[in-house]
Antibody, heavy 118, light 111 residues
Framework: QVQLQESGPGLVKPSQTLSLTCTVSGGSISSGGYYWSWIRQHPGKGLEWIGYIYYSGSTYYNPSLKSRVTISVDTSKNQFSLKLSSVTAADTAVYYC??????????WGQGTLVTVSS | QSALTQPPSVSGSPGQSVTISCTGTSSDVGSYNRVSWYQQPPGTAPKLMIYEVSNRPSGVPDRFSGSKSGNTASLTISGLQAEDEADYYCSSYTSSSTPVVFGGGTKLTVL
């Protein structure tokens, strides 16, 4: 059974870059058929899709975040990562990594809270 | 403001049935059968309950069912149990610039 686990700093200063990594276990990112995504949830709010990457490296980002987002993949480590630049308090959220296909999120990580504060 | 509209809250007593609606447009729910429903108990990650309007992943009880009519999708939970108390989110593929949109979520309270 595929499992995902987010890791990274829980506190980021304004204007800096948020960096998170998702480690995949129980399956290979390179096996294909799935996209590897990042989704966030602001405190007490709904879900916002950030973007995804395929094992080949092709990406698709939410246009509202596109100028600040980079998602990358390291198939040798079975990991994929999120970088969000120039963060503000509005980027404070729980960040989930996920496995999806046809825009259906089949598997979610447990989520990690990232707070943007000085 | 979320792209898909859900009621903020619904409630029901154990054993009863409840239905949660998810209203979109002809650019998403109305044109595609890629509607999903997720359950999120407090403090936990979402869990897929329904995909492609009415399909249940393995392990999801058949008390959970989905349907769609026009621009509105629905999740029905029959035989309510205390463990069903959670937030529920719908999502849909969309032809807009973002390939997927979510609803604002509905809090289900089991009385």
């Amino acid at each position: 059974q595929v499992q995902l686990q987010e890791s990274g700093p829980g506190l980021v200063k304004p204007s800096q870059t948020l960096s998170l990594t998702c480690t995949v276990s129980g399956g290979s990112i390179s096996s294909g058929g799935y996209y590897w995504s990042w989704i966030r949830q602001h405190p007490g709010k709904g879900l916002e899709w950030i973007g995804y990457i395929y094992y080949s490296g092709s990406t698709y980002y939410n246009p509202s975040l596109k100028s600040r987002v980079t998602i990358s993949v390291d198939t040798s480590k079975n990991q994929f990562s999120l970088k969000l630049s120039s963060v503000t308090a509005a980027d404070t959220a729980v960040y989930y990594c996920a496995r999806e296909s046809e825009m259906i999120v089949f598997t979610w990580g447990q989520g990690t809270l990232v707070t943007v504060s000085s | 403001q979320s792209a898909l509209t859900q009621p903020p809250s619904v409630s029901g007593s154990p054993g009863q049935s409840v239905t949660i609606s998810c209203t979109g447009t002809s650019s998403d729910v109305g044109s595609y059968n890629r509607v999903s429903w997720y359950q999120q108990p407090p403090g936990t990650a979402p869990k897929l309950m329904i995909y492609e309007v009415s399909n249940r992943p393995s392990g999801v009880p058949d008390r959970f069912s989905g349907s769609k009519s026009g621009n509105t999708a629905s999740l029905t939970i029959s035989g309510l149990q205390a463990e069903d108390e959670a937030d529920y989110y719908c999502s849909s593929y969309t032809s807009s610039s973002t390939p997927v949109v979510f609803g604002g979520g509905t809090k289900l309270t089991v009385l």
